[in-house]
T-cell receptor
Framework: DAGVTQSPTHLIKTRGQQVTLRCSPK?????VSWYQQALGQGPQFIFQ???????QRGNFPDRFSGHQFPNYSSELNVNALLLGDSALYLC???????????FGQGTRLTVV | AQSVSQHNHHVILSEAASLELGCNYS??????LFWYVQYPGQHLQLLLK??????LVKGIKGFEAEFIKSKFSFNLRKPSVQWSDTAEYFC???????????FGKGTRLHILP
């Protein structure tokens, strides 16, 4: 049973560019959440998708957007990258109504 | 707003020592509480969780945590640590029916062999 998978594992982008990160949830899960983990910090909630809609959003600007597909997989898009967007981006999946979340290994984004 | 505070950023212990990692949260209502662990090079894993009932919760690998509502605390304990417990530990909270999990900044635990 595959867990949560994320791609790519590492990414280097230039300021001002756009990036797309991908996540496949654990088998049987229908809800995907995205978190940003800056160096030395705990993960911070970006947003959550369920039934292909954004259900809740954390304190992140509109440059951060997402999408969920019919197969429950999800993308995180970040536009106009800033140096401060450099972080580990974590995807977590869960079953709607069940709080326990399973995390992927993350995508390490470096903005130069 | 909810927040989580972890008292120690970095803890160094010898094998067989006892462990207690402090966690306090700020939230006025009912909460779900978690401890996650991130071993070097691995993904975040759930160590244990508290939703309701017995405030003493047992998790994997001999870890336990005690929810003390009056102190807004959920400290993690292990009577005798092993070298393999070297990892980063995150305390987290979420309100029932809320989608987001709020994490503390984490505690890096280093066990000396």
């Amino acid at each position: 049973d595959a867990g949560v998978t994320q791609s790519p594992t590492h990414l280097i982008k230039t300021r001002g560019q756009q990036v797309t990160l991908r996540c496949s949830p654990k088998s049987g899960h229908d809800t995907v959440s995205w978190y940003q983990q800056a160096l030395g910090q705990g993960p911070q909630f970006i947003f959550q998708y369920y039934e292909e809609e954004e259900r809740q959003r954390g304190n992140f600007p509109d440059r951060f957007s997402g999408h969920q597909f019919p197969n429950y997989s999800s993308e995180l898009n970040v536009n106009a990258l800033l140096l401060g967007d450099s972080a580990l981006y974590l995807c977590a999946s869960s079953l709607r109504g069940i709080t326990e979340a399973f995390f992927g290994q993350g995508t390490r984004l470096t903005v130069v | 707003a909810q927040s989580v505070s972890q008292h120690n950023h970095h803890v160094i212990l010898s094998e067989a020592a006892s462990l207690e990692l402090g966690c306090n949260y700020s939230y006025g209502g009912t909460v779900n509480l978690f401890w996650y662990v991130q071993y070097p090079g691995q993904h975040l894993q759930l160590l244990l969780k508290y939703f309701s009932g017995d405030p003493l919760v047992k998790g994997i690998k001999g870890f336990e945590a005690e929810f003390i509502k009056s102190k807004f605390s959920f400290n993690l304990r292990k009577p005798s640590v092993q070298w393999s417990d070297t990892a980063e530990y995150f305390c987290a909270v979420n309100a029932p029916r809320d989608d987001k999990i709020i994490f503390g900044k984490g505690t890096r635990l280093h066990i000396l062999p």
